[in-house]
């Protein structure tokens, strides 16, 4: 009686590890990153922020206005010291955009940035 009551105890716990890897997955608007074969590998963080190459600005999958972002990220820095920022700008993103971005963050309080590459590996 024991065996089925342990099969049912792992068939959950399986099911609860692949539900756990899918609810972890980042979801941001599809882009072409620039290549980078000697980049880091970061797990977390606390905005990802995609940049257009039309300029467009986007947290997480939501279009957002660049002072908007900004408030959002300084409300968000003062509440949590681990506070970091992941920009995720499109290869053909205008270099000013992502300057300005970074620049009014950085003046905002928010002192943690990452610039997202793609490593060039077929997937």
Avoid: C, W
Avoid at 1 to 30: C, G, H
Avoid at 31 to 37: F, G, Q, W
Wanted: charged share 25%; no cysteine.
């Amino acid at each position: 009686m024991l065996s089925p009551m342990i099969d049912m105890i792992f068939l959950l716990l399986v099911f609860f590890i692949v539900s756990t890897m899918y609810m972890s997955e980042v979801k941001t608007i599809p882009i072409r990153l620039p290549i980078a074969k000697h980049s880091e590998n970061v797990s977390k963080s606390n905005f990802n922020v995609t940049i257009k190459k039309d300029g467009s600005l986007y947290l997480d999958e939501n279009k957002i206005e660049m002072d908007m972002l900004v408030q959002n990220a300084a409300i968000e820095s003062k509440h949590d010291s681990s506070f970091s920022v992941i920009i995720r700008a499109e290869d053909e993103a205008p270099y000013k955009t992502i300057i300005q971005l970074m620049d009014k963050m950085k003046g905002a309080g928010v002192t943690r940035f990452g610039l997202a590459t793609d490593t060039g590996e077929s997937k």
